[in-house]
């Protein structure tokens, strides 16, 4: 049982450029969260995602970012016209369910490392 | 302010010994407690999760605790091993949300 994945896992853009980050969940999990580091700094909540919705975005930048988890296929992060201050690792985490809050661990994936030059 | 805080920032131990790194946090109203282990490159991998009524928890050589009123927990780590060489990051969830208030993270290096 694959765990969460991601890729690329390095990414360079070069200012004003496009940044696609894919999250693969695991197999049965159907929330995937975002979250982002940066150097020295703890990781912070970005979006959650269920299938096809939107739940909880409050932690995205008003502008340049999406994200997005389809029904079939991947959850994409995208960073459009990326400035130096994008760089950091972005982190992805998928949950099975809502249910019991309590136990809900998230799995994290190994993380895509962007950087912006 | 930071709704966790870590300390020490970082600390350097010798193989074989213990050490004890602290959290404190604010958020509220507290749902549960995760240690997560985090290595250079990597995603983190939870260790432990406690919730409301439960002060203490074990993984192997991680031992967590959990004071939820004083809203502190520490992790014990006995005997450490090279392996132990990470960040160890402290998150606190609020009940009613999804939201993970991640600490910055203890940085351990265990030396031989």
């Known amino acids: 049982n694959a765990g969460v994945m991601q890729n690329p896992r390095h990414l360079v853009r070069r200012r004003g450029q496009e940044a696609r980050l894919r999250c693969s969940p695991m197999k049965g999990h159907s929330h995937v969260y975002w979250y982002r580091q940066l150097p020295e700094e703890g990781l912070k909540f970005m979006v959650y995602l269920q299938k096809e919705n939107i739940i909880d975005e409050s932690g995205m930048p008003k502008e340049r970012f999406s994200a997005e988890f389809p029904k079939e296929g991947p959850s994409i992060l995208r960073i459009q016209q990326v400035v130096r201050g994008d760089s950091a690792a972005y982190f992805c985490?998928?949950?099975?369910?809502?249910?019991?809050?309590?136990?809900?661990?998230?799995?994290f994936g190994a993380g895509t490392r962007l950087s912006v030059l | 302010k930071n709704q966790v805080e870590q300390s020490p920032q970082s600390l350097i131990i010798l193989e074989g010994k213990n050490c004890t790194l602290q959290c404190n946090y604010t958020v509220s109203p507290f749902s549960n407690l995760r240690w997560y282990k985090q290595d250079t490159g990597r995603g983190p991998v939870s260790l432990t999760i406690?919730?409301?009524?439960?002060n203490t928890k074990s993984n192997g050589r991680y031992t967590a605790t959990l004071d939820a009123d004083t809203k502190q927990s520490s992790l014990h780590i006995t005997a450490s091993q090279l392996s132990d060489s990470a960040s160890y990051i402290c998150v606190v969830s609020a009940r009613g949300n999804n939201r993970l208030a991640f600490g910055k993270g203890n940085q351990v290096v265990v030396i031989p």
């Open positions: 985490a998928s949950s099975p369910t809502q249910g019991d809050w309590a136990k809900n661990i998230q799995y």
């Open positions: 406690m919730t409301f009524s439960e």
